[in-house]
């Protein structure tokens, strides 16, 4: 983990959810808040090494890995303020209801194996959109709803924190199949950010994306999964498949193995696409013999 430079008053800290930091004097916003108590403690260590105490945290979505390392950072820095959009506080103060968006139901894995068994964090703030002043600093929140209900990203002098809305090239071909929610409203986020002047993009995971040209190749190239991962679906139930027999033909192709978590997301994102296209009138189902099936 190690604290690198972007322009002027803005870093980023290298990790598996990369985390911005605007510094604002001696103190600095955090943009995320890393994913396990370690995290946690080496972010303190690192703001520490260059005078700087965390004075807020936003959240871009409420999926841990953005901020279960806010828990140890609140017991050093109990005055941090925590900020998200409105729909997403209540996964950020409620971590269980994670397995209910994966499961709709209680996981099937023991709570104590999981990194959501931990205390939720307290939201101080609300920020849904538009320009907001956050420890003397304004940022511009931009609301983007295909991967989390109400995701956020946060735009500051030129630079772009995207979250989990925006992939780079080299992460783009890392995840074969993305994890998605809500196709339709993926497809807006890119048309939305599209309309804006990025000089400097950080996804939380993956390498920033530099310049303006690079960022637009970005969103050109997340089009281009998107559009490719619903041509396949499309072709695939041609016949008339059920979901699991759907998910094992996708990771055949995409040459996906499974664990449980991949099976997961894979899942996930399968029904976002299967809904999307029925949705639009590209798709159908029926049941049969007590078994849902699916066909354009």
């Not at 800290?13 to 990369?18: A, E, R």
């Not at 370690?38 to 871009?60: H, K, M, N």
């Not at 920020?127 to 929140?141: A, Q, R, W, Y």
Request: with cysteine; proline share 4%.
């Amino acid at each position: 983990m190690v604290l690198l430079d972007i322009k002027d008053n803005i870093k980023y800290i290298s990790v598996d959810t990369n985390i911005g930091v605007i510094k604002s004097k001696d103190r600095c916003i955090l943009i995320d808040g890393g994913g396990s108590k370690e995290d946690g403690e080496q972010i303190i260590r690192l703001l520490d090494e260059e005078g700087l105490v965390p004075a807020s945290a936003i959240i871009t979505h409420g999926h841990w890995d953005h901020f279960y390392g806010l828990l140890k950072m609140k017991e050093s820095f109990p005055e941090l303020k925590v900020y998200s959009s409105s729909i997403e506080k209540a996964f950020i103060e409620n971590p269980y209801l994670e397995f209910y968006s994966y499961f709709s139901s209680t996981s099937p894995l023991k709570v104590s194996e999981t990194p959501l068994n931990f205390k939720g964090i307290k939201v101080d703030g609300v920020i849904d959109k538009g320009n907001v002043k956050i420890d003397e600093e304004e940022v511009e929140i931009i609301p983007l709803s295909g991967h989390s209900p109400l995701g956020i990203a946060v735009l500051y002098n030129g630079v772009l924190f995207s979250g989990d809305c925006l992939y780079s090239v080299p992460a783009l071909n890392m995840f074969k199949m993305p994890f998605y929610t809500d196709i339709e409203s993926q497809y807006k986020d890119l048309d939305i950010l599209s309309s804006y002047q990025v000089d400097y993009c950080l996804p939380a995971h993956g390498l920033p994306i530099r310049g303006a040209k690079n960022f637009k190749n970005a969103l050109v190239e997340n089009r281009k999964k998107l559009e490719s991962l619903e041509k396949m679906i499309l072709d695939l139930i041609k016949e008339a498949k059920s979901e699991e027999q759907l998910k094992k033909e996708i990771a055949e192709k995409l040459s996906i193995k499974f664990d449980f978590t991949k099976y997961i997301y894979v899942t996930i994102t399968t029904k976002a696409f299967l809904h999307y296209l029925y949705n639009t009138g590209k798709a159908d189902f029926e049941i049969e013999g007590g078994i849902l099936f699916w066909k354009n």
